[in-house]
């Protein structure tokens, strides 16, 4: 299995700073993403890491270390509306197979922004 | 633009019966996943069609599952003699090309009482 490994909860303080971690088994790897699902919702797309390094968007950015298996996303600036699950996923393409592209996730970081 | 629709957005069905779950990608999208998610658990890859190839159905847990998609479009989940362990939301994602940051729909709740 690909072993993606995420914090079950997570808690923060409106307007403070989170970091959630994703840790994955390397072999294979060929991108990482980070879903946000709100309760009930769809899982929507909030980041893509492939290389090393830090991706920035906004209040949002996703470091990736390859060599570690390790990615965080960092919330800067908490709101209220952040409070949902947090999905990291990666992709293991294989030869002679087309399921490369799906998706294998972690079970989500269910974070909670209080005021 | 349209997002990914599916329908029902909730499905109760006794053990024992057939279900099918509809999926309307994104128009244009040439990649469609489906995926799976029970309480408690991560996202699972059920199956995965791209354009006219044949579809990647490694992800299906048993042979009561299967899909199809037609003409390049639309694309329909079907679960026969449902089980209790079916119960879940049953969400599906299209993409432009493989390999494309994926869309997802709102899903369908399936429960099987």
């Known amino acids: 299995g690909q072993n993606i490994d995420q914090p079950t909860e997570m808690t923060a303080t409106e307007g403070a700073i989170v970091q959630i971690n994703c840790t994955y088994q390397t072999s294979g790897f060929n991108g990482l993403f980070w879903y946000q699902q709100h309760a009930g919702e769809a899982p929507t797309f909030l980041s893509y890491n492939v290389l090393d390094g830090l991706e920035e968007k906004g209040r949002f950015s996703s470091f990736l270390s390859r060599s570690k298996g390790y990615s965080y996303l960092l919330l800067k600036e908490l709101q209220m509306k952040d409070s949902a699950s947090y999905l990291c996923?990666?992709?293991?393409?294989?030869?002679?197979?087309?399921?490369?592209?799906?998706?294998?996730f972690g079970k989500g970081t269910s974070l909670l922004v209080t005021p | 633009g349209a997002g990914v629709s599916q329908s029902p957005s909730n499905k109760v069905t006794e053990k024992g019966k057939d279900v099918e779950l509809r999926c309307d990608p994104i128009s244009g999208h040439t990649a469609l996943y489906w995926y799976r998610q029970s309480l408690g658990q991560g996202l699972e890859f059920l199956i995965y069609f791209q354009g006219n190839s044949a579809p990647d159905k490694s992800g299906l847990p048993s042979d009561r599952f299967s899909a199809e998609r037609t003409g390049g479009s639309v694309s329909t989940l079907t679960i026969q003699r449902t089980q209790q362990e079916d119960s879940a939301v049953y969400l599906c994602a299209s993409s432009p090309l493989a390999g494309d940051e994926q869309y997802f729909g709102p899903g369908t709740r399936l429960t099987v009482t």
């Open positions: 996923a990666v992709r293991y393409p294989e030869k002679n197979s087309n399921s490369g592209y799906a998706l294998n």
